[in-house]
Nanobody
């Protein structure tokens, strides 16, 4: 059974940085893509970033380009989201998901993103 655990959230001021981590168990992460999503209060969940199994493809929400970087450490079965220049509109609960059984990233609205963790809260405020 696939299990994902997100961590690293917190409260920061605008312009600050955070690194989120997503640890995956129950499968060999080096064979799969993995994505980050977020859901702000009162809004629908949206895709933020995704990385393919072989580092060959990374994808970002337009508003995250140039500020967020997704990386993976297959040896640790962990994917990271490095977030810089954070803005209040980045405030949300951040989730990761494995789009089983895909190696490469599908569109963010694909229903193969079905394995969800409990999320980690990111709050950006003055």
């Amino acid at each position: 059974q696939v299990h994902v655990v997100e961590s690293g959230g917190g409260s920061v001021r605008p312009g600050g940085s955070l690194i989120l981590a997503c640890e995956v168990s129950g499968l060999k992460l080096n064979s799969y893509a993995i994505g980050w999503f977020r859901q702000a209060s009162g809004k629908e969940r949206e895709g933020v970033s995704c990385i393919s199994y072989d580092y060959g493809g990374t994808y970002y929400l337009d508003s995250a380009k140039g500020r967020f970087t997704i990386t993976r450490d297959n040896a640790k079965s962990t994917v990271y989201l490095h977030m810089t220049s954070l803005k209040p509109e980045d405030t949300a609960v951040y989730y990761c998901s494995v789009p089983l059984p895909l190696e490469r990233c599908p569109p963010f609205d694909s229903d193969v993103f079905a394995q969800w963790g409990q999320g980690t809260q990111v709050t950006v405020s003055p």
